[in-house]
């Protein structure tokens, strides 16, 4: 009697412990720390938008719970920590832990061993879109600078594990030369941070620090020929204070708090958009420093968030934008002396995955040959703009054919050639494009949409043909 009374007791201790997660959720409690680094799902509806109802029901409110159970933060940091003391491993696949306490973004793993690097098309077409944001920035009377943030590893290597061997390899190291080939003033931030014998990145954060930011606006500075103050050498403040990315990603609320430095001498700059800027992570930012002359856009991403100080101070006036795609009729707006496009070397795929916003600058008008393939347009619009996309037949692109848009309208008798951004999709085909074109610049009525290739395997001919109906109206500008 005894013994079934003790295993009766047991079953309903067991279960008890079951529901605490779940009778826990209905305790108020402060917002959960993982939703800083992951989105997490919500309650579901019982309805779909079609009010039919919804049989996916039960199976996303799994997925409810599984996102918000009580003590999930707890039971996820204990995990972490368990199984990194005892076996020297992580519980977020996001994380690498390295050597010495350092920790590493998984993200950046690819370029590290070298794989699922760029394709030689890939990388003309990278070059190629940079370079016609290039010619769009300098036909504004702006200055570009263009340069990569090394991921971590790239740099600090040899506190990565053991058995993962850096390659020769990566993205950045093949596009260096084809950029400077192709007249984009490129700033070698591997090769700055290289010659530095102190390490400028957090162990446990994916980022640089303050004095790696110093280093990246000194050596992006002289790149503009602009005279700044050089922090290197100023005195620095220390503190504590600095919670890693992905330190907080793996252990929430236990992780270790690192140094961070700051200058001694305060920043002298004013917010122009305060009321929109939360912090320097905000998509858009505006500042004022009246001591100085000329003005700054920079395009840049988390990396951009320790620089935007250094080069507030720097500028009378100075524009931040973390917001993707890159609309660089921003340049037109506010005529900037200076450009800077900031891109961590993890995600130079953007550079092809996603096209800029640039207004279609037209080349001389082509009449080639017609081919039959089976090539894409597609026509939408975004906001002002006609936007033109689609995907060339695979088969008549090599790795450094281009691809142009031609325009012919059935009202003006007119003829107008645009070059493209060229793309590449999930697959990594390579053989997208895309173009912007603000509508109103083009006459109304029916326009002839004529896609064409250069350079192909039998070198200039149209391989698509599309009309579109334009109802805004007007004349096709040079």
């Not at 920590?81 to 920790?103: C, H, P, R, Y």
């Not at 973004?105 to 190629?128: I, Q």
Request: with cysteine; charged share 25%.
């Amino acid at each position: 009697m005894t013994h079934k009374i003790f295993s009766l007791l047991y079953i309903i201790a067991f279960m008890l412990i079951l529901l605490i997660p779940f009778a826990g959720m209905a305790l108020p409690t402060a917002d959960s720390l993982s939703e800083k680094n992951q989105e997490l799902r919500a309650w579901p509806d019982v309805y779909s938008e079609d009010s039919t109802l919804n049989v996916s029901y039960p199976s996303e409110m799994g997925d409810y719970f599984q996102d918000h159970f009580a003590f999930r933060d707890h039971m996820i940091m204990t995990n972490s920590i368990l199984k990194s003391l005892t076996f020297k491993s992580n519980a977020q696949e996001q994380v690498i832990m390295g050597q010495d306490d350092w920790l590493f973004f998984n993200a950046t793993t690819k370029d590290y061993l070298g794989r699922g690097l760029l394709s030689d098309r890939e990388l003309y077409s990278a070059v190629h879109n940079i370079s016609l944001m290039k010619d769009y920035i300098e036909q504004n009377g702006s200055k570009l600078v263009f340069t990569i943030s090394p991921n971590k590893n790239s740099l600090y290597g040899q506190y990565m594990p053991y058995n993962y061997v850096q390659s020769p390899d990566s993205n950045a190291r093949n596009l260096k030369p084809l950029l400077m080939q192709a007249g984009v003033a490129y700033v070698d931030l591997f090769e700055a941070f290289g010659a530095e014998k102190e390490a400028l990145y957090f162990k446990r954060d994916s980022h640089w620090n303050n004095k790696g930011a110093a280093l990246a606006y000194h050596t992006l500075m002289d790149a503009l020929g602009k005279t700044h103050q050089d922090y290197r050498n100023t005195a620095w403040e220390t503190r504590t204070d600095h919670i890693g990315d992905i330190d907080e990603m793996l252990f929430l609320s236990s992780y270790k708090k690192e140094i961070q430095y700051y200058p001694a001498e305060a920043f002298e700059y004013v917010y122009v958009n305060d009321d929109d800027v939360e912090d320097d992570m905000s998509s858009w930012i505006e500042t004022g420093n009246e001591s100085k002359k000329d003005s700054l856009l920079m395009y840049r991403d988390s990396f951009g968030e320790s620089l935007v100080p250094f080069f507030a101070q720097a500028f009378r006036n100075a524009y931040f934008s973390r917001l993707v795609p890159y609309d660089l009729t921003d340049v037109a707006e506010y005529q900037p002396d200076y450009v800077i496009i900031q891109k961590v070397e993890r995600n130079l795929i953007d550079f092809v995955a996603r096209s800029a916003i640039v207004p279609g600058m037209i080349v001389n008008t082509m009449s080639p040959p017609k081919k039959e393939t089976n090539s894409t347009i597609a026509t939408s619009t975004d906001g002002p703009y006609l936007v033109i996309k689609g995907a060339v037949d695979s088969s008549c692109l090599e790795d450094e054919s281009d691809i142009f848009v031609s325009i012919y309208s059935e009202e003006t008798k007119q003829t107008k050639t645009y070059k493209t951004m060229y793309l590449t999709n999930e697959e990594r085909d390579g053989n997208g494009y895309c173009l912007y074109l603000d509508e109103e610049s083009l006459p109304s009525g029916n326009l002839q949409i004529q896609l064409i290739v250069s350079g192909g395997i039998d070198d200039s001919f149209v391989v698509q043909s599309e009309e579109y109906i334009n109802k805004s109206g007007g004349d096709i500008h040079e």
